[in-house]
């Protein structure tokens, strides 16, 4: 290793050097190829309509254009984090990049759904290389406290606002371009960003044993993706079964579904038993056990079940209940943006004052404060009234969770575990959102049903268009409430585990970024 490695890679040569100088133009450049992964997972929301209709996809076929990306994002990320220490941050980071777009280039010309499924595979399998490149990256160029919480202000805001911008960039792109241009956009912002890389951006790889784990990486990947395909299941059956003629059953009762999660519950489970008797584990138990980083992982977990719930339901409501047209939709989702641009800033500024556990327990509130006032929504509720302030409270809360949690996800856990640790943050909220997909979309569906029943047993004609609209507006405010509740057990988990105060922080460039 050379000098300039050694010293980035925090080995022995680290303490006493000067930072690097050019970390806030890398900064820049490793921020703007992780805003199109996260963007990636909403840009195509919106396009969903045009796509299905233009390549003949069917209904029950088209989740797939969602869960083909979060199937390989999330199963191949721990893997892709041990390649990004052992191989080297920035080379991985590059290739993910590349493979990124050659990836996006492939769905933009997808001229059937086998195409498409297949390009969306591949971008999530390179976004499982690039994002834990990304991060482990910033670890080692951010050595100051106050620096590095700045840093983390950047990803706090992409990683609570890019969600929100995917909306917005995938209603504008699909109303007065064409859908495909959601997968081109991609292309040209990458291609700057690995030119920009290439001479700003230093390498750093993990010091000591760098063998690899192959019999882990298999396990948890296939783990991952069965639990994924598994909750990601329960939520379309339940969606399925809702709809005119339909069963109406729960997800719950799809045997396929269940078998997925059990069988990925099991290979976790060996995965676990695997790893505590490796030499060279793919993910250190000491990682997970350490109270602090469990807490944060356990926190990022639920705040990943609640906050899918908040877009994923908040996006229909705002079209097929408010009638918005999908720019209009992307706009109205933007105050969640605002909010997280407020008080990421202000979350960098106070982590080195308070600490880290005050903060990710006001966010936890706040954010289900936010979610909370979204319960009331009605089929006539004005955009300002409840839908604004809602959205406004709900970034403020996010803000304030994500900078801390990225401070706090790597205390003590050594250069060696960079990209292992900012890969197991990214799994756990990959994880979180499946699993709030499912549990939001069943809940969701059983208030519909309800109301349903009800509504027949009240004399009310049950085919009245209205009807048919508030028993939509049933289904979302019960997700709004239960993912509230959600947000609140992460607030309490936070209170309760993590023991970190201020003087724990990373101070040698040990500190993680993380995005959602």
Not at 246 to 260: K, N, Q, R, V, Y
Not at 350 to 359: E, H, I, Q
Request: glycine fraction near 12%; charge should be negative.
């Amino acid at each position: 290793m050379t000098d300039r490695t050694s010293l980035l890679a925090g080995g022995p040569g680290h303490l006493g050097e000067e930072p690097y100088p050019r970390r806030w133009l890398a900064l820049a450049v490793i921020a703007v190829t992780v805003l199109l992964v996260i963007l990636d997972a909403t840009v195509v929301n919106i396009a969903l309509p045009a796509v299905s209709s233009d390549l003949g996809i069917s209904a029950a076929s088209q989740q797939w254009i969602v869960t083909a990306y979060t199937l390989t994002f999330g199963g191949f990320l721990l893997l892709g984090g041990r390649i990004a220490d052992f191989w080297g941050r920035k080379r991985t980071y590059l290739v993910g990049a590349a493979g990124f777009a050659l990836a996006s280039a492939l769905g933009g010309i997808a001229s059937d759904e086998g195409m498409l499924f297949a390009a969306r595979a591949l971008q999530g399998a390179f976004g499982a290389l690039l994002a834990p490149a990304s991060l482990a990256l910033l670890t080692v160029l951010f050595t100051d406290a106050k620096e590095r919480a700045k840093a983390f202000a950047v990803y706090g805001a992409i990683a609570g606002g890019g969600s929100a911008v995917g909306l917005l960039l995938g209603g504008v792109l699909t109303e007065y371009a064409d859908w495909r241009w959601c997968f081109w956009v991609n292309l040209p912002v990458a291609i700057v960003a690995i030119l920009a890389a290439i001479p700003i951006v230093p390498e750093s790889k993990a010091p000591g044993d760098t063998s690899y784990d192959i019999p882990g990486a298999v396990l948890i990947t296939a783990g991952i993706a069965s639990v994924v395909y598994g909750f990601t299941r329960v939520a379309e059956a339940s969606q399925e079964n809702t709809a005119p003629g339909g069963s109406g059953d729960s997800g719950w009762t799809e045997p396929l579904a269940l078998t997925f999660i059990g069988v990925g519950v099991l290979l976790v489970v060996a995965f676990v038993v695997l790893e505590l008797r490796t030499r060279n584990p793919l993910l250190p138990m000491r990682i997970v056990l350490d109270r602090n980083r469990g807490g944060a992982y356990l926190t990022s977990t639920l705040v990943g079940a609640g906050l899918i719930g908040a877009f994923f339901f908040l996006s229909l409501y705002f079209q097929q209940v408010l009638g918005y047209e999908p720019v209009q939709a992307g706009l109205a989702s933007l105050p969640t943006t605002l909010g997280v641009l407020i008080s990421a800033g202000a979350a960098s500024a106070l982590v080195t004052r308070v600490g880290p556990k005050p903060l990710i327990v006001l966010g936890g509130f706040l954010a289900a404060g936010g979610l909370f006032v979204m319960s009331f929504l009605d089929v006539d509720s004005g955009f300002w009234e409840l839908a604004f302030p809602g959205q406004l409270l709900l970034g403020l809360g996010l803000g304030f969770t994500f900078v801390p949690l990225s401070n706090l996800a790597l205390v003590g856990a050594g250069a060696h575990d960079a990209g292992a640790a900012s890969a197991m943050l990214n799994a756990t909220q990959q994880v979180g959102a499946s699993i709030g997909t499912a549990l939001l979309a069943t809940l969701s569906v059983g208030a519909i049903t309800d109301y349903f029943t009800d509504v027949a047993t009240s004399g009310e004609n049950p085919q009245d268009p209205i009807v048919a609209l508030r028993a939509q507006v049933e289904g979302y405010t019960t997700a709004f409430t239960w993912a509230a509740a959600l947000l609140v057990l992460g607030a309490l988990v936070a209170a309760v585990l993590i023991k970190a105060t201020k003087d724990d922080l990373p101070a040698e460039g040990e500190a993680m970024a993380h995005m959602g």
